[in-house]
């Protein structure tokens, strides 16, 4: 069965204090993973879209990789603002997307 | 180039009543997918149309049913809410070029519905 398990569930960093969220993802004929951020009482804002094992985005202070069975959101120096929850969707060939549960992160001023 | 629009974005309903929900895709964008969020379940899948046809669904009860229209809008409907029906609904559009592309998502604000 197709799954998509994000993790830590949550993250407390210092701003300034770099980090790495991780999705680890099990679907058959990955078509795409994607990152979306998400405030609270909101939809999911767009992040990054990855389809190939090696593949690599940037946007500011984060930075999405993938392999064959994870991916990472790399978070560089992050400030207060960043405090949202991240989450990792995986697209397999029968048209569903499987979404994680997020991760919760907190940057401390 | 204006987003996913959600109407209405907040509503209450008593149990057994029926509610219906909307959703206008990004102009162009010829796939609608709908998803429910509840904080114990994050983010459900519930259905995917791409041109007025239905390619999935999730494991959800027939209460939910969706369609869409020849414009790309879609609609969902669910018939006699449970209190466990409160939720936020969120619609998602893509590009979907092709009936198998993996494009990208957006999302919209989400409807808020709550059951009492």
């Known amino acids: 069965e197709d799954q998509v398990t994000q993790s830590p569930e949550a993250l407390r960093l210092q701003e300034g204090e770099s980090s790495s969220l991780n999705c680890s993802y099990t679907v058959s004929g990955l078509r795409g993973l994607f990152w979306y951020r998400q405030d609270p009482g909101k939809g999911p804002e767009f992040l990054f879209t990855?389809?190939?094992a090696g593949e690599e985005k940037e946007k500011e202070r984060l930075k999405a990789t993938l392999t064959k069975k994870e991916s990472f959101l790399h978070i560089t120096a992050p400030k207060p603002e960043d405090s949202a929850t991240y989450l990792c969707a995986a697209r397999g060939g029968g048209f569903k997307t499987i979404f994680g549960a997020g991760t919760r992160l907190f940057v401390k001023a | 180039k204006a987003g996913v629009t959600q109407t209405p974005r907040y509503l209450i309903k008593t149990r057994g009543q029926q509610v219906t929900l909307s959703c206008s895709p990004i102009?162009?964008?010829?796939?609608v997918s709908w998803y429910q969020q509840t904080p114990g379940q994050g983010l459900q899948f519930l259905f995917e149309?791409?041109?007025?046809?239905?390619?999935n669904k999730g494991n959800f009860p027939g209460r939910f049913s969706g369609r869409q229209f020849s414009n790309s809008r879609s609609e969902m409907n669910v018939s006699t809410l449970e209190l466990g029906d409160s939720a936020l609904y969120l619609c998602?559009?893509?590009?979907?070029?092709?009936?198998?592309?993996?494009?990208?998502?957006?999302f919209g604000p989400g409807t808020r519905l709550t059951v009492l």
């Open positions: 149309y791409f041109s007025e046809t239905q390619r």
């Open positions: 998602a559009s893509s590009l979907a070029k092709t009936s198998g592309s993996a494009d990208t998502q957006y």
């Open positions: 990855l389809y190939s």
């Open positions: 102009s162009g964008h010829r796939s």
